[in-house]
């Protein structure tokens, strides 16, 4: 009995010119869905295209740790200080970075005579600077002034628009929700406070006995770390 050889499938499948055709046409066809899938899902072409399928919204909110530093000096009737002060991002956690600061500065009379002495004047300032922060952001206050013992409040803005508020954002992913809050070198160095000091005695004559004022200056550093959670 003659031994025929089983024909192998796989080379008849090809051997057949029709079936090679509608293998090319099923390859070129492929290749090209393929292409057009990738372009409509936005790698390409992210901004016309991407949004439509890989759009979210995104809660963006803060973590802050401050700290906090003081200074207490006398001051002579007319008398004017530079207090300089130091930040140091090693003082903070890892991955923070300094959104603003706020400078109080108090004083009270501590001068006592008969029938009172009034509050003297004290005028407090952060000193414009090549300290890196948004010196002309209108939300700062540089300077402030007080004559009744009320505490002055000074605010400068390091971090771009930074105010600690979450707020929503529609972005692709985690890292595009928060790529505005990654920026290093914000609020890092030393500034400079200058207070001045104008005594206000008594009006009595043998009471006018106030030559000088302690004023106390509290620096509070707000840094922030930003976190991004998807709504939707
Ligand atoms: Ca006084």
Redesign the pocket.
């Known amino acids: 009995m003659e031994n025929t050889p089983t024909p192998n499938p796989f080379l008849t499948f090809f051997r057949d010119e029709e079936t090679r055709r509608a293998l090319l046409v099923f390859f070129v066809a492929t290749i090209l869905i393929v292409c057009r899938v990738y372009y409509l899902v936005g790698i390409k072409d992210a901004d016309e295209h991407g949004e439509v399928l890989f759009l979210d919204e995104w809660q963006v909110s803060f973590t802050e740790e401050s700290l906090t530093s003081s200074e207490t000096v006398v001051l002579a009737d007319g008398g004017e200080v530079d207090l300089e002060f130091d930040i140091d991002m090693s003082e903070f956690s890892q991955d923070f970075n300094i959104g603003l600061i706020q400078v109080t500065i108090s004083y009270s ?1 501590t ?1 006592q005579v008969v029938g009172g ?4 004047s004290v005028q407090g300032k952060i000193v414009q600077s090549d300290f890196p922060a948004q010196w002309a952001d209108e939300n700062n206050s540089l300077s402030g002034a007080s004559s009744s013992c009320e505490d002055i409040s000074l605010l400068l803005l390091t971090y771009p628009n930074y105010d600690g508020q979450s707020y929503t954002k529609t972005a692709h992913n985690e890292v595009i929700a928060l790529d505005e809050w990654g920026d290093e070198g914000y609020g890092i160095g030393s500034f400079d406070v200058n207070i001045k000091l104008e ?3 008594s009006q009595v004559p043998t009471q006018n006995t ?1 030559d000088d004022e302690t004023v106390q200056i509290d620096v509070e550093v707000i840094a922030f770390k930003a976190s991004a959670e998807k709504l939707s």
């Open positions: 009379e001068n002495d009034p509050c003297d005594v206000q005695q106030d």
